[in-house]
């Protein structure tokens, strides 16, 4: 069972380079969200959706966008990178209701 | 809105001794709460959540958090560390309606067990 699989684990960007993010989840859960962690801040919401084709905005969406084309699938797209995007991403997916989310393992992203 | 304030950015502990983090939270609506641990270069983990019903949830290895409703606490204790315990710990909240992946994050708590 692989639970979130992210894709790259590590990632080297140039500034204004575009990249996608890859989130797969193999639990059937209709919730998926990025967050992205940064020093002393936790984490923060990017983009998050309900199901396939629903998606919306969280805490610090500029800059990222989302699309949810199936169940398994939520890639987080950078459309022209900047260093304030230096993070680590992280995927999580749930169940809804009472359940908690499950994490990936994240992407670390550096952008020089 | 929610927001989460975790009281101790750093906490340096000796092994076997007991320990406490803080976590203090805002909202306007009902939340349910969980504390999640990362390890280094990790993904985070669940290790505990307040649902409803008893104020005191336990977890594995003697590890416990109580939900203290009146002061919008839900503290996290170990009463004696391991090295292995040595992570950053993160409270969050979400809002018991609607929010099913609204998880708003305290800054986080390193731990550091020394021998």
Redo the contacts between chains.
Sequence with gaps: NAG?TQTPKFQVLKTGQSMTLQCAQDMNH????W?RQDP??????IH???GAGITDQ?EVPNGYNVSRSTTEDFPLRLLSAAPSQTSVY?C???K???T???????TRLTVV | AQS?T?LD?QVPVFEEAPVELRCNYSSSVSV?L?W?VQYP??????LL?Y?SGSTLVKGINGIEAEFNKSQTSFHLRKPSVHISDTAEY?C?VRPQRGG?????????TRLAVHP
């Design positions: 979130v209709e919730y998926m969200s967050y002393g801040m936790g984490l923060r919401l998050y959706s309900v969280g992280f999580a997916s749930s809804g209701g009472t908690e989310a499950f994490f990936g393992q994240g | 989460v975790q950015s349910y969980f999640y270069n990790q993904g985070l983990q669940l959540k649902l993160f969050a099913y992946n609204k998880l708003i994050f305290g800054a986080g």
